[in-house]
Nanobody, 120 residues
Framework: QVQLVESGGGLVQAGGSLRLSCAASGSISSINYMAWYRQAPGKQRELVAVIISGGTTDYTDSVKGRFTISRDSAKNTVYLQMNSLKPEDTAVYYC??????????????WGQGTQVTVSS
């Protein structure tokens, strides 16, 4: 079993910064996909940023140049540095990891979600 623990959300004024963290623990052999999604009230969950095992990253257009996804493989942790925050970034942010367990089984895991609120 794999557990994800998110942290770092909060309330910030427009133009401010926050850093989200998502730490994975449990029976993990490898993590080949780490991503952040967000869901605003009344909207569908959307992919914000992704980093794959080779280090390649990608971002949704609305956050390019403002958000940076990174990882610490030794700690099984993924981060999302969010700068120049805008009110439209307000949402619950979820991390998503695709993991291969010690026994070789694949698994798809979600964090519990962390609220990010950007005031104007």
């Amino acid at each position: 079993q794999v557990q994800l623990v998110e942290s770092g959300g909060g309330l910030v004024q427009a133009g401010g910064s926050l850093r989200l963290s998502c730490a994975a623990s449990g029976s993990i052999s490898s993590i080949n996909y780490m991503a952040w999604y967000r869901q605003a009230p009344g909207k569908q969950r959307e992919l914000v940023a992704v980093i794959i095992s080779g280090g390649t990253t990608d971002y949704t257009d609305s956050v390019k140049g403002r958000f940076t996804i990174s990882r610490d493989s030794a700690k099984n942790t993924v981060y999302l540095q969010m700068n120049s925050l805008k009110p439209e970034d307000t949402a619950v942010y979820y991390c998503n990891l695709r993991v291969r367990s010690d026994r070789g089984y694949p698994g798809n895991y979600w964090g519990q979600g962390t609220q990010v609120t950007v005031s104007s």
